[in-house]
């Protein structure tokens, strides 16, 4: 058992050296081997479109989409994320953006989502503001387990998806052409994340979650309705990658059980043949 320990450790600890992830130090994040997915209902919008900016450090989406995201396929606990993003241009629109963390697959995350105006759609209302939520769906399908309200709904738990916490006021939402900066810490505390959004050097929204119910994942990038959203200068602190789930070894006792109780089948098998 120890040696299969030092092993999984060893082996994690090159994991993060290939990945750059020294612990400690901030790592620019090469957006190339991200990939992109649009959970893209019936009777809803487009498909995301997401585009790499010169030198894969930026990423931008440019399609008024379903909800969709932009996942860095490493599943991995105890990092640290800072970044920045905006909305180019001045297309007047007023939706969500944000980011995904604790991914698991495309109906179990938490979601950070920003919306820039109250709005009705679908039926639900989005309010102004930030929200925290976690989505958990039973088959791990977003595009059957979820649903275009369960993504539009900030206000109230709704279907598979439960409001964590909000920051929504007539003033709280995101403005075009605005630069933010966000800092998520997950899981560096066991079992907590916190979450910290900026304008320059005013926070105006700073947040700590006790939840335990994802403590390992992948990280996304998240917009839903909103077009030329651009997401850049990322950096990540630490991280350790998730290992597989080890099968469980029976202990001793159960051992001697199941040779007690084999040693039982051959007396009575022996006993009928005589």
């Keep these: 058992m120890a040696s299969s320990l030092k092993q999984l450790a060893v082996a994690g600890s090159l994991s993060l050296v290939a990945l750059g992830a020294v612990a400690g130090d901030p790592v620019p994040v090469d957006l190339t081997t991200w990939s992109a997915l649009t959970l893209d209902y019936a009777g809803g919008q487009p498909a995301g479109n997401w585009v790499l900016q010169a030198g894969n450090?930026?990423?931008?989406?440019?399609?008024?989409?379903?909800?969709?995201?932009?996942?860095?396929?490493?599943?991995?606990?105890?990092?640290?994320?800072?970044?920045?993003?905006?909305?180019?241009?001045?297309?007047?629109?007023?939706?969500?953006?944000?980011?995904?963390?604790?991914?698991?697959?495309?109906?179990?995350?938490?979601?950070?989502?920003?919306?820039?105006?109250?709005?009705?759609?679908?039926?639900?209302?989005?309010?102004?503001?930030?929200?925290?939520?976690?989505?958990?769906?039973?088959?791990?399908?977003?595009?059957?387990?979820?649903?275009?309200?369960?993504?539009?709904?900030n206000q109230v738990d709704f279907g598979d998806m439960k409001v964590l916490d909000t920051n929504h006021s007539a003033t709280a939402g995101w403005a075009n052409n605005v630069e933010y900066a966000f800092h998520l810490d997950f899981d560096v505390v066991p079992g907590q994340?916190?979450?910290?959004?900026?304008?320059?050097?005013?926070?105006?929204?700073?947040?700590?979650?006790?939840?335990?119910?994802?403590?390992?994942?992948?990280?996304?990038?998240?917009?839903?309705?909103?077009?030329?959203v651009l997401y850049s200068s990322f950096t990540q602190t630490d991280g350790i990658p998730t290992p597989p789930p080890i099968p469980a070894v029976p202990e001793p006792e159960t051992y001697v059980l199941m040779l007690a109780g084999l040693g039982a089948l051959g007396w009575v098998s022996r006993r009928r043949r005589r």
């Design 193 to 228: 994340f916190r979450i910290v959004v900026k304008q320059a050097d005013t926070v105006l929204w700073d947040t700590t979650l006790n939840d335990s119910t994802f403590v390992g994942g992948q990280f996304a990038f998240f917009n839903n309705s909103q077009q030329n």
């Design 57 to 153: 450090t930026a990423v931008k989406q440019i399609v008024n989409a379903d909800p969709s995201f932009y996942i860095n396929n490493l599943d991995q606990t105890q990092y640290s994320i800072d970044g920045k993003w905006k909305v180019d241009g001045s297309a007047g629109d007023d939706d969500y953006m944000g980011f995904a963390f604790g991914y698991q697959n495309s109906s179990n995350f938490y979601l950070f989502d920003w919306k820039a105006g109250t709005q009705g759609y679908v039926g639900r209302t989005a309010a102004e503001g930030m929200t925290v939520k976690k989505f958990t769906g039973a088959t791990g399908n977003g595009l059957a387990d979820l649903s275009i309200e369960e993504f539009w709904e």
